[in-house]
Nanobody, 125 residues
Framework: QVQLVESGGGLVQAGGSLRLSCAAS??????????MGWFRQAPGKEREFVAS????????DYADSVKGRFTISRDNAKSTAYLQMNSLKPEDTAVYYC????????????????WGQGTQVTVSS
C-alpha cells in the first residue's frame, strides 16, 4: 500500500517561506516510478493544483498563482518530494496535499491515485 506523509506546514507571516516535504513509504512504493503533484484546498473551496514534477524531475509545472514563488523538487534516493514556498501570501493559506500517480502527470485531481493526509499552511497578513 502506498503511503505519503506530508510535513513542514505551519504559521508564517506574509512574505515568509516554508518548505513542505512529502515522504513516501518504500516497502511497496517505487518512488522513482511515480509522478508527483502538490495540491491545496482552502476552506469552502475545491482542491486545486499547485505544482507537479515528473518521475526523473526533468519536467515541472506550476499554477499561475504560484509561478515564480514556489519550487517543486524531488530526491528519489530519499523517496521524498518537496515544495519550497517563498514570498507567501495570505491567499496561500490552505491544507497542502501531495499526490502520486504512476502513469500520468496533469493538473487534475482525478489523475492521481495516491494522496497524503495533508499539512496546514497558514499565512498571516
Amino acid at each position: 500500500q502506498v503511503q505519503l506523509v506530508e510535513s513542514g506546514g505551519g504559521l508564517v507571516q506574509a512574505g515568509g517561506s516554508l518548505r513542505l516535504s512529502c515522504a513516501a513509504s518504500t516497502r511497496t512504493f517505487a518512488f522513482s516510478s511515480y509522478n508527483m503533484g502538490w495540491f491545496r484546498q482552502a476552506p469552502g473551496k475545491e482542491r486545486e493544483f499547485v505544482a507537479s514534477i515528473t518521475r526523473s524531475g526533468g519536467n515541472t509545472d506550476y499554477a499561475d498563482s504560484v509561478k515564480g514563488r514556489f519550487t517543486i523538487s524531488r530526491d528519489n534516493a530519499k523517496s521524498t518530494a518537496y515544495l519550497q514556498m517563498n514570498s507567501l501570501k495570505p491567499e496561500d493559506t490552505a491544507v497542502y496535499y501531495c499526490a502520486a500517480d504512476r502513469n500520468s502527470v496533469t493538473r487534475s485531481v482525478r489523475t492521481y491515485n495516491y494522496w497524503g493526509q495533508g499539512t496546514q499552511v497558514t499565512v498571516s497578513s
